[in-house]
């Protein structure tokens, strides 16, 4: 094809060979409904009954606490994708502004976090199958999610971002719907099978009012409940809403649809999460909750509407896609944006016609292959390590991410930043900045004391405390592993 028949061709789209490079595709309705569906999984769904039980009504507060800081940490890793938006983002931001070192852990930190949730949620949906269709394999049902992700994955950006906004608005209305037949039993005054009315003075009137456990309890068999606990629980149901800074690489218009996106977390986090759930314990009491059942299922089931779980069945079964999908889409990218730092073999930072990255799209798909079949061979394993690594390699990630900004401000000020900021000093620079984290000064040290802190909560619960002891050697393996490629590298 001649160059002038190159330069008429649309280049956003997927379909049309021009010279491989990763395409802008994502348009700001894509970028708007992946960084919503980022926060809203499985743990909203199921998740949420453990993060009620720990602290009562009062998880309301927990959640807005942690979705203060979950959207700092994102305006932190906006700040830089608005001004440099690149492909792997928060390593490549790691690698250009703090160190080669720092952009090789935070890279395989992430990629491997998400290859073990990935591995758990198709691990799991055979189970949402065999709601259905009892009489499939679960490993059946893995394998053909498996092979369908990663195919449409190879398909192009603009085919990974169409399905995430349907997979989202599933999720969306799913809720929204929770919310009106809540608000519809609370108004109409419909009687629920606890004998309770459904009222938000629930809320403070139902065993033990709203905090039941205060900040801190320990309960008589030695485990700890309480405000300060369902942090724990909460923080780690935020995972993925930092994907809007992987996009940003592949984003039409970077400097108006980030911003947009990411400032949209904040209220959707109060209408997704603390919203919903208010909803919640205001029809069904905070102790009725007992996780055996969605709290999604139970509020419907509590005024006799029993299709509820039929309906939450094929909701799941889609965020379960939903997050495999993103997933292997931020892996990919991961391992391309490794690749080119020097952090990652050669072969992973070459792109097809379609502008994919897809020696990292299969190269990710067989190591995620290979976790299901552990899972499946040693739930055990499994469950008790790897899950361990995948919740403390999140707050590894988020502080890593706070950390790299502090570096990328002083880079800035230095006259070293991106772009329209290069050869700009000190404050003008600074002030220059089109999507600045508020508090600059300070909001990142905060961030990283919260994140040490849940670390430390971490301790107190015998769930979690193996993940604490889990990131340390994780954290030595991939020192070593940094220390050995750069070896190899100079030999």
Same mark, same amino acid.
């Given at each position: 094809?001649?160059?002038?028949?190159?330069?008429?061709?649309?280049?956003?789209?997927?379909?049309?060979?021009?010279?491989?490079?990763?395409?802008?595709?994502?348009?700001?309705?894509?970028?708007?409904?992946?960084?919503?569906?980022?926060?809203?999984?499985?743990?909203?769904?199921?998740?949420?009954?453990?993060?009620?039980?720990?602290?009562?009504?009062?998880?309301?507060? %927990?959640?807005?606490?942690?979705?203060? +800081? &979950?959207? @700092? *940490?994102?305006?932190? /890793?906006?700040?830089?994708?608005?001004?440099? =938006?690149?492909?792997?983002?928060?390593?490549?931001?790691?690698?250009?502004?703090?160190?080669?070192?720092?952009?090789?852990?935070?890279?395989?930190?992430?990629?491997?976090?998400?290859?073990?949730?990935?591995?758990?949620?198709?691990?799991?949906?055979?189970?949402?199958?065999?709601?259905?269709?009892?009489?499939?394999?679960?490993?059946?049902?893995?394998?053909?999610?498996?092979?369908?992700?990663?195919?449409?994955?190879?398909?192009?950006?603009?085919?990974?971002?169409?399905?995430?906004?349907?997979? %989202?608005?599933?999720?969306?209305?799913? +809720? &929204?719907? @929770? *919310?009106?037949?809540? /608000?519809?039993?609370?108004?109409?005054?419909? =009687?629920?099978?606890?004998?309770?009315?459904?009222?938000?003075?629930?809320?403070?009137?139902?065993?033990?009012?709203?905090?039941?456990?205060?900040?801190?309890?320990?309960?008589?068999?030695?485990?700890?409940?309480?405000?300060?606990?369902?942090?724990?629980?909460?923080?780690?149901?935020?995972?993925?809403?930092?994907?809007?800074?992987?996009?940003?690489?592949?984003?039409?218009?970077?400097?108006?649809?980030?911003?947009?996106?990411?400032?949209?977390?904040?209220?959707?986090?109060?209408?997704?999460?603390?919203?919903?759930?208010?909803?919640?314990?205001?029809?069904?009491?905070?102790?009725?909750?007992?996780?055996?059942?969605?709290?999604?299922?139970?509020?419907?089931?509590?005024?006799?509407?029993?299709?509820?779980?039929?309906?939450?069945?094929?909701?799941?079964?889609?965020?379960?896609?939903?997050?495999?999908?993103?997933?292997?889409?931020?892996?990919?990218?991961?391992?391309?944006?490794?690749?080119?730092?020097?952090?990652?073999?050669?072969?992973?930072?070459?792109?097809?016609?379609?502008?994919?990255?897809?020696?990292?799209?299969?190269?990710?798909?067989?190591?995620?292959?290979?976790?299901?079949?552990?899972?499946?061979?040693?739930?055990?394993?499994?469950?008790?390590?790897?899950?361990?690594?995948?919740?403390?390699?999140?707050?590894?990630?988020?502080?890593?991410?706070?950390?790299?900004?502090?570096?990328?401000?002083?880079?800035?000020?230095?006259?070293?930043?991106?772009?329209?900021?290069?050869?700009?000093?000190?404050?003008?620079?600074?002030?220059?900045?089109?999507?600045?984290?508020?508090?600059?000064?300070?909001?990142?040290?905060?961030?990283?004391?919260?994140?040490?802190?849940?670390?430390?909560?971490?301790?107190?619960?015998?769930?979690?405390?193996?993940?604490?002891?889990?990131?340390?050697?994780?954290?030595?393996?991939?020192?070593?592993?940094?220390?050995?490629?750069?070896?190899?590298?100079?030999?």
């Amino acid at each position: 094809m001649s160059d002038t028949n190159v330069k008429r061709t649309p280049r956003e789209t997927d379909d049309v060979p021009v010279p491989a490079t990763l395409r802008k595709s994502l348009k700001n309705r894509h970028i708007q409904l992946i960084a919503l569906g980022g926060a809203i999984g499985t743990g909203l769904f199921y998740g949420s009954s453990e993060s009620i039980a720990l602290a009562g009504p009062s998880i309301l507060l %927990a959640y807005l606490i942690g979705g203060l +800081v &979950i959207f @700092m *940490i994102v305006r932190a /890793l906006s700040e830089m994708a608005v001004e440099d =938006p690149k492909a792997g983002a928060f390593s490549y931001y790691a690698t250009r502004y703090w160190s080669k070192r720092a952009g090789f852990i935070s890279g395989w930190n992430y990629w491997f976090n998400y290859v073990l949730v990935a591995m758990v949620e198709l691990s799991v949906v055979g189970s949402f199958v065999n709601y259905w269709f009892p009489n499939i394999p679960k490993w059946v049902s893995a394998a053909v999610f498996l092979v369908v992700i990663a195919a449409l994955n190879l398909m192009g950006v603009s085919k990974f971002g169409e399905f995430e906004f349907w997979f %989202a608005i599933i999720k969306i209305v799913a +809720v &929204i719907a @929770m *919310i009106l037949g809540g /608000l519809y039993v609370i108004i109409a005054n419909v =009687p629920t099978a606890s004998g309770i009315r459904a009222s938000f003075a629930n809320w403070f009137t139902v065993d033990g009012g709203f905090m039941p456990h205060g900040l801190m309890t320990r309960n008589a068999d030695g485990t700890w409940t309480g405000l300060m606990m369902a942090l724990v629980v909460v923080m780690f149901s935020f995972g993925g809403t930092e994907l809007i800074g992987i996009t940003a690489g592949e984003t039409e218009n970077p400097r108006v649809t980030i911003p947009k996106a990411t400032n949209g977390i904040i209220w959707r986090i109060l209408v997704f999460y603390i919203f919903a759930l208010g909803v919640i314990m205001a029809v069904v009491p905070w102790s009725k909750i007992d996780g055996n059942s969605s709290p999604f299922v139970q509020i419907f089931d509590s005024v006799g509407v029993h299709a509820a779980a039929g309906i939450l069945n094929f909701v799941c079964l889609t965020a379960v896609m939903s997050v495999y999908n993103s997933g292997l889409y931020a892996n990919s990218r991961m391992l391309y944006s490794l690749a080119k730092q020097g952090n990652a073999p050669a072969y992973l930072g070459k792109l097809t016609k379609r502008g994919v990255p897809a020696a990292g799209v299969i190269t990710s798909a067989i190591i995620i292959a290979i976790a299901v079949v552990v899972v499946f061979v040693w739930p055990e394993f499994a469950f008790n390590y790897l899950m361990s690594i995948a919740t403390i390699a999140a707050a590894i990630n988020w502080t890593m991410i706070m950390i790299t900004e502090i570096h990328f401000r002083r880079v800035v000020a230095a006259g070293d930043g991106p772009a329209e900021l290069k050869g700009l000093k000190g404050k003008e620079a600074l002030d220059k900045i089109a999507f600045k984290l508020p508090f600059a000064r300070v909001m990142p040290y905060i961030v990283i004391a919260f994140m040490a802190l849940v670390v430390v909560l971490m301790c107190f619960s015998a769930s979690y405390r193996i993940a604490v002891v889990a990131g340390v050697i994780w954290l030595i393996v991939l020192f070593s592993a940094y220390e050995l490629q750069k070896r190899f590298a100079k030999q």
